[in-house]
């Protein structure tokens, strides 16, 4: 069984940053893609960013250009660099691990925009 633990939410105004981090139980991440997905109040979750074994990402139009995805596999981590938040990015974050049959998720991290 594998954990993932993200961290780096909070309250932050319109036009701030964060960054989360999500970080593995396991030394097993180099093994799998992962992603960043959202869920906001009434809403279903949706993909945010997702990043592949080989480095190669994607991303939601609603956050290209503002939003980085990023993995240290030497660390057992990826992290989500948000900048130029928006009260729509308000959510809570989720951390996701996948390889073939076996998915990994976190418990979250709240994200709140707003002055």
């Known amino acids: 069984q594998v954990q993932l633990v993200e961290s780096g939410g909070g309250l932050v105004q319109p036009g701030g940053s964060l960054r989360l981090s999500c970080v593995a139980s396991r030394n097993i991440l180099r093994f799998y893609a992962m992603g960043w997905y959202r869920q906001a109040p009434g809403k279903q979750r949706e993909l945010v960013a997702q990043?592949?074994?080989?480095?190669?990402?994607n991303y939601a139009d609603s956050v290209k250009g503002r939003f980085t995805i990023s993995r240290d596999n030497a660390k057992n981590a990826v992290y989500l660099q948000m900048n130029s938040l928006k009260p729509e990015d308000t959510a809570v974050y989720y951390c996701?691990?996948?390889?073939?049959?076996?998915?990994?998720w976190g418990q979250g991290t709240q994200v709140t925009v707003s002055s």
């Open positions: 990043v592949t074994t080989e480095g190669s990402t």
């Open positions: 996701k691990a996948y390889s073939g049959g076996n998915l990994y």
